[in-house]
């Protein structure tokens, strides 16, 4: 068993993805795995994508140099550019792409069964129903909050930094739980989440406001 995380141009994704048609993003697979066996050299993870036009790569994550027994926890991770090559038509339902992860040595492939995010949902942005944010890209479920802003009264200027605000929040927030510095069960304090929720997001290039 497994724990997969998947992030796209940095940012942890959790449901529908949104991409611009032949935009070379970067998606960092990372895989918490359980143990690893001792014959298996390499992690192998590739996505079954639907399509040809979607140009997801096979990532190879290699056995840890630490790693001397088979039941050490381990976590490995690996950066590869991939892209939608097209469009696609109006209200095109997402592909979806389950992630397989196979363990391989010289004469033996174990396949591992993964969880947390077992699968990809990406669509192409579509101008019927996607409403653009400037330079913002940002996952499905949150442009369909934003838009429930518009038509409120609110200058679209201001609209737009906020929305590049919570949207820099919302990836900080993904980024802590996905590197488990605050899990339940131990003594943490408000002040410490908090200074390094402001670290992540000083670094944040969507933060509007120096």
């Not at 930094?161 to 510095?181: E, H, T």
Request: with cysteine; proline share 8%; glycine share 6%.
């Amino acid at each position: 068993m497994g724990v997969c995380l998947i992030e796209v141009d940095g940012t942890p994704v959790s449901q529908l993805v949104l991409l611009e048609p032949d935009h070379l993003y970067d998606l960092r697979v990372t895989i918490h795995a359980l143990e690893w066996p001792e014959w298996a050299e390499t992690l192998e993870v590739a996505f079954n994508a639907p399509t040809r036009a979607l140009d997801l790569p096979i990532l190879t994550l290699r056995r840890p140099v630490d790693v001397t027994a088979p039941a050490t926890p381990v976590v490995v991770s690996d950066l590869r550019p991939f892209r939608l090559t097209g469009t696609q038509s109006s209200f095109a339902e997402p592909l979806v792409c389950d992630v397989m992860a196979e363990f391989r040595g010289s004469d033996e492939r174990q396949a591992l069964r993964v969880a947390g995010m077992p699968r990809l949902r990406l669509r192409a942005v579509d101008p019927a129903r996607d409403i653009s944010y400037g330079d913002l890209h940002t996952e499905g479920e949150l442009i369909v909050f934003f838009d429930q802003l518009r038509g409120q009264g609110v200058p679209d200027d201001e609209v737009k930094v906020f929305c590049r605000f919570f949207a820099a929040l919302n990836a900080a927030a993904k980024q802590l739980y996905a590197d488990r510095q605050f899990r339940g069960g131990g003594p943490m304090r408000e002040s410490q989440f908090q200074r390094a929720l402001e670290e992540i997001l000083r670094a944040d290039p969507r933060r509007p406001c120096p």
